[in-house]
């Protein structure tokens, strides 16, 4: 069928050509452009090209329909659109820089002081991406809401107010909990890059005599403006797009955002026009490739970010005296915000029959049952099992994938490197189930039997997710200097040999900070999920939706702490192997 | 004498075995059938997983079959089982989801007319002619916190619920953004008339209740207190009043609602065992489960276990298509947004 081939390139007819052509493929690096750049091309253009396609008929896939720019008068002629696009761009914009304020203050403390528990501070920044973000929602309304919100009620009855001080229905509480829920991923972008430095620049300022706090806001934090922009552009993103937080906190507060009115126009219509929700993704992928854009003339630059050099060295570690303790207390107070508090009220929703304000009998009616569903349900083991594997095996494809991408980008000169990157971004702007749905259209009837079966959720993954991975490793990438791999060629290494010993261990912290982003998206995700899981294949994910949906959020609560838990091993786990070397 | 016995035993028990047969026969030989086409039966649906749970294991356990569940919520059902039909490759073969998208569905040819015997058991009103019986009814009240609420304070009708006392108490799913709700709202013509029904539903936008994203959520917050009172469905009351939360709902007499059937596909890729699922879900012994699990099925006698489920009488809501929907949509915006 005529739509599911892919025409690459022209045929050429002459001779002359076909030399040209023979000495480009003749070298190995070129080679593997064109493989990653296929494979890639595959994975985010084959189901991306039915939604492109979706949004200039006016029919749903597989029906015959007629070309049309309708969908895209009513999605941008309106001006209410612009009017929530600006709203949403306040929201993104608040969101990602309060996420990267916090990372930075956060990695600079764990990473770069003698700060007391820092190591406990870097595995636990990363716990609020292991809880889908719509509990981290639901857990902050039950702390904040006016009328009987947790922290509210205690601080009345504390302080003697008549009224609840906090209201979490307003924009700034939309922005507060969005930026907590969006600070893990900037915390390991900006931790890796943070890892990966050399600190001869530091040194040297302070031998001429700077303090820590000059050298930190005059060295260190300009020399991470790769990975501060990585992050902050990420979540910017992720913010606009993002639809439970604001579903939750938005909604009842009558604001209105982007995605909201997608959902209205779109994709909560009757029956879902899935045209419509393709064609605002059209307009968040090109909001997105701005970014992109953007990010890359930032950092175009690339020697000047270079850090890593081939002289050995040790992350320099800032002595803080007795400001240590100050440092882990920030430290303390942000992770209570980001981690404890969160966690704290989904355990207290995992052992209540049903969730109220506690008091003092609350204690007699606590329960186990919850847990008990867990242990003794065969479905949620196979479920555990089943994200598992797609979280292992599937951070780590995507992150071989993305390491090479992302060396491609970075370090190679080859045309059409940029539009790669570009590539990898497009399935990602479109929203989570209108990108399902390309997918199940995409894959239904795929030759080799991978619908309904485990590998299709994978590929949805891996799609969706790659963005992440790159940015992850982009910025750490950029840090390598190319010494080193000239080095590595001069003594006669080939390709491979460079890549497997060379720049793997030193992308070491990016490749790691990647997985776990990546890891902990796929152990839980369910937009995409839901739409290409069958009753075998089924991750937790969808297990935890359709339980939330039946209004077993004691179940969810319980499900949501065990997977923490387990989580945080596999990390922890993880951040073994990817230990530096002292010397 | 022993022998002469021995003979009389056989002979009675072929007897019997043989009206048995005769009973189930049509029953056997289709699990035969189904049996032969891999023993199991894949649903799709929004009917709650702990009562697709429990019906699971009582059919396997009469017929021996395997029921598959794809749990999700009716407009994402609908998606997928149109997306599969559409692609030529449905992996379905019962779909259990209610009214609105199961008639969107039928108008592309995705089921079959099945007439199960089961079926006799129902009211000839309550079947369709193309999805066979309402089996159940999902049915929207007013929910509120017993705790919260003093009873003489309570709303005592539809008509009390707009009181300016209760202003700020309210808490409803979003009519402009969940379609159970706006069929709701675009339906209350039924209980109280088109003037009255009109001027109500200003009434109501006036009070700014609380909007959220779907009727669960709205019981939630009934549940955990945020909000007193709350449009939802009634069978959060149960659900979540066995849990101990301290619910309680209206009774109202005459409340909206919408019917759920269970449908055939027309290309179903076990269709015997997608039929003896269908025979086995409408049959008493489902039903019983259904109710005790606080389901309103469609069987004379048969009620969940809440007080004075028996004294509901459901009225159906109103169908909208595309262009109703996106009509009231609309309408909706100007009343409650703005």
Redesign the interface.
């Known amino acids: 069928m005529n739509h599911r081939t892919l025409a690459i390139g022209r045929v050429p007819p002459a001779a002359a050509t076909l030399t040209r052509v023979a000495s480009f493929f003749s070298q190995p690096m070129n080679l593997i452009f064109m493989g990653v750049a296929g494979v890639i091309a595959f994975l985010a253009l084959y189901p991306s090209f039915f939604l492109l396609y979706g949004s200039f008929t006016d029919a749903p896939l597989g029906v015959p329909g007629h070309f049309t720019l309708h969908n895209y008068v009513q999605a941008y002629s309106d001006p209410e659109a612009y009017r929530l696009i600006l709203t949403s761009f306040i929201f993104g914009i608040g969101a990602s820089g309060l996420s990267v304020v916090l990372a930075l203050t956060l990695a600079w403390i764990t990473i770069r002081t003698n700060a007391p528990f820092r190591r406990l501070f870097e595995l636990t920044a990363i716990i609020p991406n292991i809880m889908p973000p719509l509990l981290i929602s639901i857990s902050w309304v039950l702390l904040l809401n006016p009328s009987n919100g947790l922290i509210n009620v205690t601080l009345m009855r504390l302080l003697g107010l008549a009224k609840a001080p906090f209201n979490i229905y307003s924009v700034p509480g939309l922005i507060f909990v969005e930026g907590l829920i969006l600070t893990p991923l900037a915390f390991l972008i900006i931790a890796a890059a943070m890892k990966g430095m050399d600190p001869a620049l530091e040194e040297s300022a302070k031998t001429l005599g700077s303090n820590e706090f000059g050298v930190a806001t005059r060295i260190t934090f300009p020399l991470m403006r790769p990975a501060i922009l990585a992050a902050g552009t990420l979540n910017f993103v992720r913010a606009v797009e993002s639809f439970d937080t604001p579903a939750i906190i938005a909604l009842p507060a009558r604001i209105e955002v982007f995605t909201t009115k997608i959902w209205r126009e779109a994709l909560g219509s009757f029956p879902t026009n899935h045209n419509l929700a393709a064609t605002y993704g059209v307009g968040i992928l090109a909001i997105a490739l701005i970014f992109v854009y953007l990010y890359r003339r930032f950092t175009s630059q690339v020697e000047s970010f270079s850090t890593v050099t081939g002289k050995a060295f040790r992350p320099h570690q800032i002595e803080l005296g007795k400001w240590r303790y100050l440092a882990s207390s920030v430290a303390f107070v942000l992770l209570i915000l980001m981690v404890v508090l969160p966690f704290l009220v989904l355990l207290l929703v995992s052992l209540m029959p049903y969730y109220h304000v506690p008091t003092w009998e609350t204690w007699h009616n606590l329960t186990l049952s919850n847990y008990r569903y867990i242990l003794d349900t065969s479905r949620v083991h196979k479920a555990f099992g089943n994200s598992l594997f797609l979280a292992i095996v599937g951070a780590s494809i995507c992150m071989f994938l993305a390491a090479l991408t992302s060396y491609i980008t970075v370090r190679t000169k080859i045309a059409g490197r940029g539009l790669l990157e570009g590539l990898v971004f497009i399935p990602w702007a479109f929203p989570g189930t209108a990108l399902a749905l390309g997918l199940l259209w995409a894959y239904v009837d795929f030759p080799i039997p991978i619908y309904a079966t485990i590998w299709i959720i994978m590929i949805a993954y891996v799609t969706r997710f790659l963005p992440y991975g790159l940015r992850a490793v982009s910025s750490t990438i950029i840090q390598i200097h190319k010494e080193l791999e000239e080095a590595s060629t001069a003594c006669g290494a080939g390709f491979f040999a460079t890549f497997r010993r060379i720049l793997i261990p030193l992308m070491r912290p990016g490749i790691m900070a990647g997985w776990i982003i990546l890891a902990t998206i796929y152990i839980r995700e369910f937009s995409a999920s839901i739409f290409l899981y069958s009753p075998g294949s089924e991750p937790l994910g969808p297990l935890l939706y359709f339980l939330y949906l039946d209004g077993m959020r004691g179940r969810v609560g319980a499900l949501g702490v065990v997977i923490s838990i387990i989580c945080v091993i596999l990390i922890a786990f993880a951040q073994r192997l990817s230990r530096w070397e002292a010397k | 004498m022993p022998r002469n016995f021995k003979i009389l035993f056989v002979f009675l028990a072929t007897l019997g075995l043989f009206y048995a047969e005769l009973a189930l026969g049509q029953d056997t030989k289709l699990i035969e059938a189904a049996k032969k086409e891999g023993g199991k039966v ?1 649903a799709y649906g929004s009917l ?3 009562t697709a749970d429990a019906i699971s294991k009582a059919f396997q356990k009469k017929t021996g079959l395997e029921m ?6 009716a ?2 059902v ?3 089982a ?8 449905p ?1 379905f073969d019962v779909i259990l989801i209610n009214d ?2 199961l008639q ?1 569905m039928q108008k592309e040819g995705l089921f079959a007319k099945y007439d199960s015997p089961s079926a006799k058991q129902f009211p000839k009103d309550a079947i369709d002619p193309n999805l066979g019986p309402r089996y159940r009814n999902v049915i929207v009240g007013i929910v509120y916190n017993k705790n919260m609420i003093k009873p003489a304070d309570v709303p005592k009708s539809l008509e009390d619920v707009v009181n300016p006392k209760y202003k700020g108490k309210l808490v409803m799913p ?1 009519p ?4 159970t709700t706006t069929q709701w709202v675009a339906s209350l013509f039924k209980l109280m008339g088109k003037e009255k029904a009109d001027k109500y539903i200003r009434d109501l936008a006036a009070m700014k209740p ?4 779907s009727l ?2 709205a ?2 917050r009934v ?5 007193p009172i709350a449009i939802t469905y009634v069978k ?1 009351a149960y ?2 009043g066995q ?3 301290p619910l309680d709902y209206v009774r109202l007499g005459k409340m909206l609602g919408d019917g759920h059937y269970a449908p055939l596909s027309s290309k179903a890729p076990h269709p015997n065992a997608g039929k003896a699922f269908v025979d086995y879900l409408l049959g008493e012994e489902s039903m019983k489960i259904m109710a005790k699990m606080g389901e309103f099925v469609n069987r004379k006698g048969v009620h969940p276990p809440l007080p004075d489920a028996d004294k509901i009488q459901f009225v159906e809501m109103e169908d ?1 298509d ?1 262009k109703g ?2 009509e009231k ?1 609309k309408e909706y915006t100007k009343i409650f ?1 703005q």
């Open positions: 894949v709650e997983s702990d598959e569940y794809w749990r999700a919520s407009t994402k609908m998606d997928r149109l997306s599969e039909y559409r692609a030529g490759k992996f609105n998208p969107i979003d402009t953004q969940h379609t609380i909007l959220v994203e669960l959520p019981a939630e549940t955990t207190g945020e909000t959060y659900i979540f849990k101990g939360a909208l595309a929907y996106a949509k947004l």
